[in-house]
C-alpha cells in the first residue's frame, strides 16, 4: 500500500463520522465518502496534497452528500413517500467548523455501527471493510472471490438494515458497549482470518487483509488501551502473522508449524505481540483472545519445535476452556496433551468429542496425527484419509492425503 | 453449490400450473439472494439434447453427442451461493420445487484456504 492510500484510509471513517454526525444517514453519507475519497485519488497526484486533507474530504463530501439527499427528497416526494425528510436548505454545506478535532472516539462509533447485531456476520465484515477501511467494492469482492456485484449488494443491504434499525450515529448505551466491543473484535478477528487462511493464488489480497486488520486493531487500541482483549487480539495477529513467510513451500502447500523454518519468522513482531500480552496478562481482565495470544507466544518464543514448552500450552488451554466453549480449542487441547504427556493419553482427550456435532473433517486430522505418534500407522493412514475426503479446502486435502501417502 | 438434477419424465410429467410454480420458485429465490449478496452465479442448462461429451483418448479429443447413456437424471442447473454452513445451503436447496420433483444436491465448493496446522 502507497503512502497515499494509507492516508486516504487512515481519514476514511474521520470524514464519514464527520458527515454522519453531522447530516445523519449514513448510507447515502457513505456513499458520498466513497465519491470523495476516488476525487482525491484522481486530484492530489496531480494537484499535490492539500494542507488540510480531512477539510478538504469532508468539503467534497458534504458537497456530494447534499446532492445526494437533494435528489433523494426529490424521488420521495415524487413517490409520495410519507417519511420526513429535511429540505436541502436546512444542510448547510460547511467545511471545516464540521471537522470536530474531538472525532477520535467517532471511529469506535463507526466500528460499532458497522458491528450491528441486525446484520450478518458477512455484512458487518463488507460495511467494516468499506467503512472504517476505507476500501472499495471492488477491493473487499476481490478479497473475497466473489463478483463485485454480489459485494455491492451486500453492503447496500447491510447499510439499508443499519437504516431500518434505527440506529442513529451515537455510542450504544453503556450496558450495550461490552456485547457491541466483542462484536468489533471478533469482526476484525474474521478480517484477518480470512486474510490468513487463503492461499498463495490470491495472496495479494489476502496480505492486504490481515494488514488492514492489524491496522484497525492497532486504532482500536489507541481508543481502548486499557482493554486487555483488544491488547491480547492484536498480539494474537501479530504472533500468528510473524510465521507467514514460513507457513507455506514454494509450491504454495501448507508447512505444519512443526516443520516450519523458523528463521524465516517476523521477529519483530514477535517481540511486540509478546510484550503486548504479557503487559496485558499482568495488568487486565483475562479473556480468550488473550489467552490465545499466550499460547501463540509460547510457540514463537521456541527456538525450535522440539524445544516447545508444551506443559504450559496444556495449562493455558485448560484455562482457556474454562473461558470458552468450542470445539476448535478442545482439539488443540488435545494435541497438546498428546505432545507434552504421550499421544495415548491425547486420545482420551478426544474420545468424548466425537459425539459433538460442531467437529469436523480436523477431529479426525488430529485423531490421525495422534495414532501415527502412537505407532499405529494402518488405523493413522485410515484417518488420514477419511479427514482428507472430509475437508473442503484443497492445501488442506494435499497436506491430509500427503501424510496418508507417507504411511502406505 | 446447489445442483439441480432432472429427467424428461419428471419434466414432462408436470402440469403447466406445476411449471409455472417452478419459474415463480426460481425468481423469488434468485431476487431474495441477489439482495442479500449472497448469490455468486447460478444458470438453467440446456436441454441434454445439446450436450456434447469430450474424452481424450491418446491425447486425442473425441466427442459424441449426448450424455453418458445410462444416466437417468441429468444436471438441469445450478446456483452458487455464499453461505454460512451446510445447514443454511440446505434450506435454500429445499425450497426449490426441483426438490420435490426430482432431487437437488448440495455440495460445499473447494476453496483454496486451509488453517496452519
Known amino acids: 500500500m502507497t503512502n497515499f492510500e494509507l492516508l486516504l484510509r487512515e481519514q476514511a471513517p474521520q470524514v464519514l463520522s464527520a458527515l454522519v454526525r453531522h447530516y445523519g444517514h449514513f448510507d447515502l453519507a457513505e456513499e458520498a465518502v466513497q465519491e470523495a475519497l476516488l476525487a482525491a485519488a484522481q486530484q492530489w497526484p496531480e494537484e499535490g496534497v492539500p494542507d488540510n486533507p480531512r477539510g478538504w474530504l469532508i468539503r467534497v463530501g458534504s458537497r456530494r452528500l447534499t446532492d445526494l439527499l437533494r435528489s433523494e427528497s426529490a424521488r420521495r416526494r415524487r413517490e409520495e413517500n410519507a417519511a420526513q425528510l429535511a429540505a436541502p436548505e436546512e444542510f448547510v454545506a460547511s467545511g471545516p467548523e464540521i471537522d470536530d478535532p474531538g472525532g477520535r472516539d467517532d471511529t469506535l462509533t463507526l466500528l460499532f455501527l458497522c458491528c450491528h447485531p441486525a446484520l450478518s456476520a458477512a455484512s458487518q465484515i463488507a460495511l467494516t471493510l468499506r467503512a472504517v477501511g476505507g476500501l472499495s467494492t471492488a477491493q473487499i469482492a476481490a478479497a473475497f472471490l466473489v463478483p463485485e456485484s454480489t459485494m455491492a449488494q451486500r453492503i447496500s443491504r447491510a447499510k439499508r438494515s443499519i437504516k431500518q434499525a434505527g440506529s442513529t450515529f451515537e455510542m450504544p448505551p453503556e450496558a450495550e458497549r461490552d456485547e457491541r466491543m466483542g462484536a468489533v473484535l471478533h469482526v476484525l478477528y474474521l478480517i484477518f482470518n480470512e486474510g490468513y487462511t487463503a492461499s498463495s493464488g490470491t495472496s495479494l489480497h489476502s496480505a492486504e487483509l490481515t494488514a488492514e486488520a492489524i491496522r484497525l486493531v492497532r486504532g482500536v487500541r489507541k481508543l481502548r488501551p486499557d482493554d486487555g482483549e483488544v491488547a491480547g487480539l492484536l498480539a494474537l495477529m501479530l504472533l500468528t502473522d510473524a510465521r507467514r513467510a514460513a507457513r507455506t513451500g514454494t509450491d504454495g502447500a501448507l508447512i505444519p508449524l512443526a516443520e516450519q523454518d523458523r528463521s524465516k519468522w517476523d521477529r519483530a513482531a514477535v517481540v511486540e505481540g509478546e510484550a503486548l500480552v504479557s503487559d496485558a496478562l499482568s495488568r487486565t481482565q483475562l479473556g480468550p483472545y488473550q489467552v490465545q495470544a499466550a499460547i501463540a507466544a509460547v510457540h514463537d518464543t521456541a527456538e525450535r519445535a522440539d524445544a516447545t514448552d508444551w506443559r504450559q500450552i496444556v495449562a493455558l488451554y485448560d484455562v482457556l476452556e474454562q473461558l470458552v466453549d468450542n470445539p476448535m480449542v478442545k482439539l488443540n487441547h488435545a494435541v497438546a496433551v498428546g505432545m507434552a504427556v504421550g499421544p495415548q493419553e491425547g486420545l482420551a482427550v478426544l474420545e468424548p468429542l466425537a459425539s459433538d456435532d460442531r467437529m469436523n473433517h480436523r477431529l479426525e486430522a488430529v485423531r490421525a496425527h495422534l495414532l501415527e505418534m502412537s505407532g499405529d500407522l494402518a488405523a493413522a493412514r485410515e484417518s488420514y484419509l477419511l479427514a482428507a475426503r472430509r475437508t473442503t479446502s484443497v492445501p488442506e486435502r494435499h497436506y491430509l492425503q500427503s501424510k496418508a501417502d507417507r504411511l502406505a | ?117
Open chain 2, 1 to 117: 453449490m446447489l445442483l439441480i438434477y432432472s429427467n424428461a419424465e419428471s419434466w414432462e410429467g408436470l402440469s403447466a400450473e406445476q411449471r409455472e410454480g417452478l419459474v415463480q420458485a426460481h425468481e423469488s429465490l434468485a431476487q431474495e439472494l441477489t439482495e442479500q449478496g449472497l448469490l455468486v452465479s447460478a444458470a438453467g442448462l440446456a436441454d441434454p439434447i445439446t450436450t456434447r461429451t469430450v474424452r481424450v483418448v491418446d491425447e486425442t479429443a473425441t466427442t459424441t453427442d449426448g450424455p453418458y447413456a445410462e444416466a437417468k437424471e441429468h444436471l438441469a442447473g445450478f446456483y452458487l451461493v455464499e453461505c454460512d454452513d451446510i445447514d443454511q445451503a440446505i434450506g435454500y436447496a429445499a425450497r426449490l420445487p426441483d426438490a420435490e420433483y426430482m432431487a437437488v444436491e448440495v455440495r460445499p465448493v473447494m476453496d483454496m484456504s486451509g488453517l496452519e496446522m
